[in-house]
C-alpha cells in the first residue's frame, strides 16, 4: 500500500467528523434558539398599555412546554390584552387537543387564524403558488377582494373546528369582526381579518371612531391601507434560517420579514413568531421566537 492510498482516507475521514460536529453543533444552536423566545417592546403612541401580540405558535405535543413558557412570560408582563396572529395548527395534524394550553394566559386573548389553520398553502410547492396568487388580487382599499386565493386546499372544517376549540379555551376569534373595548383605560378598536390565503379575508366595515385601531391579519402581504393606527401580522417567522443575509434583504425593503416596514403608509408590525412549520422540532438560526409588547405598563426584565 503505497503512503497516499493511506492518508488519503484518514484525511477524508477527518474532514467527515469536522461536518459532522459543525452540523452538530449548527443543530444544537438552532434548537437552543428556537427555545429562547426574545421579548420586543414597542413604544407606540396613543395605543393601549400592555398589549401582547404573539404569532405562528403551530402546537404539537412536541413544542407544548415550550409554548407554556411563552405563556409563563406573556403572564409575568402583565398584560391588559393578548392578541395571536393566527398559525395555531401544525402541517395537517389534529391538534385541536392541544389548544386547551391557551386558558393559562391570565388576560383577554383574541386572535386571527392563519393558513395552516385552513391547509392552506402548507408545502413548499403551494406555498410558493399562493406567494404568486397574492401578487394577481386586488388589495385596494375600497375594492379589496381576496376570495380568488379560494381553492380546494381551503378547509373550513379545520378552521371551523380549531375554533371551537379555541373558543372552549378562552380565545375570542375574529374571522372578518371587530371588536370595541377599553383597554387599560384606553379605547381600542380591533379588527380581526380572516385568512388571506385561504380566500377567506374579508375585512368588516367599522365604525368611525377616535379609540386606538390595531388590524390583524396573518399574512403581511395580504393587508390593504386600511384607516388604522397599526397592523399587526405574522406568517414569515422571520425567515426561521434567517442570519445576516436574510436580514439585509429585510432591513433594505426587498423583502418583508420581520419589524416594522418602512414603506408602508400604515404602520406594520410583523412579528417573527414563536414556533416553526412542517418541522419536528422548533429550530431557528437568526430569527429569534419573539414575543411582542406595546407600552408596557413597567419595564421589561
Known amino acids: 500500500m503505497s503512503r497516499w492510498s493511506f ?20 443543530a444544537g444552536y438552532a434548537y437552543w434558539e428556537g427555545a429562547h ?42 398584560p391588559s390584552i393578548v392578541l395571536i396572529g393566527g398559525d395555531f395548527l401544525f402541517g395537517e395534524e389534529d391538534n385541536l387537543s392541544c389548544q386547551e394550553i391557551w386558558s393559562e394566559i391570565d388576560a383577554p386573548v383574541y386572535a386571527v387564524l392563519g393558513n395552516h389553520d385552513y391547509h392552506a398553502g402548507i408545502d413548499a ?21 381576496m376570495s380568488g386565493l379560494f381553492d380546494e386546499t381551503t378547509n373550513l372544517a379545520s378552521a371551523a373546528a380549531l375554533e371551537e376549540a379555541l373558543e372552549a379555551h378562552g380565545v375570542m376569534v375574529q374571522r372578518n369582526e371587530y371588536v370595541m373595548r377599553e383597554v387599560s383605560g384606553t379605547p381600542l378598536l380591533l379588527v380581526g381579518v380572516d385568512d388571506g390565503w385561504a380566500g377567506m379575508a374579508d375585512p368588516p366595515a367599522v365604525p368611525a371612531t377616535d379609540a386606538f385601531s390595531i388590524y390583524m391579519i396573518h399574512e403581511p402581504e395580504c393587508r390593504a391601507d ?6 399587526l401580522s405574522g406568517h414569515t417567522h422571520g425567515g426561521q434560517f434567517g442570519g445576516t443575509a436574510l436580514q439585509f434583504i429585510n432591513d433594505a425593503g426587498i423583502m418583508e420579514l420581520s419589524g416594522y416596514v418602512r414603506d408602508s ?21 437568526g430569527a429569534t421566537p419573539e414575543i411582542v409588547i406595546i407600552n408596557p405598563a413597567s419595564p421589561v426584565q
Open 7 to 26: 492518508l488519503l482516507p484518514t484525511r477524508y475521514f477527518a474532514i467527515s467528523a469536522v461536518l459532522l460536529v459543525v452540523a452538530g453543533a449548527g
Open 37 to 78: 423566545p426574545q421579548v420586543t417592546v414597542l413604544s407606540i403612541d396613543g395605543a393601549p398599555e400592555g398589549i401582547v401580540f404573539i404569532a405562528d405558535p403551530h402546537v404539537k405535543p412536541g413544542n407544548i412546554e415550550k409554548v407554556r413558557k411563552v405563556i409563563q412570560t406573556i403572564n409575568e408582563l402583565n
Open 125 to 145: 410547492t403551494s406555498a410558493i403558488a399562493k406567494s404568486i396568487a397574492v401578487s394577481r388580487t386586488d388589495r385596494d382599499l375600497l375594492t379589496y377582494d
Open 226 to 231: 386600511w384607516d388604522a393606527d397599526l397592523i
Open 265 to 285: 403608509r400604515v404602520p406594520v408590525y410583523i412579528t417573527r413568531g414563536i414556533g416553526t412549520s412542517n418541522l419536528p422540532w422548533d429550530l431557528r438560526i
